[in-house]
C-alpha cells in the first residue's frame, strides 16, 4: 500500500510542478511580448 501512495504523491508533485512551469513560461512571454511593444 506504501509504494502505492508514494507514487500518487509523486505524480501530484510532478503534476504541480508542470502547472507551474506552464504559468510561468506563459507569464514570461506574455511580459517578453507586452514589454517588446
Known sequence: MQ???NWI???RGIAC???VMI???TWYI???TA???
Open 3 to 5: 509504494p502505492k501512495i
Open 9 to 11: 504523491d509523486n505524480l
Open 17 to 19: 510542478l508542470m502547472v
Open 23 to 25: 504559468h510561468t513560461t
Open 30 to 32: 506574455t511580459n517578453a
Open 35 to 37: 514589454s517588446a511593444r
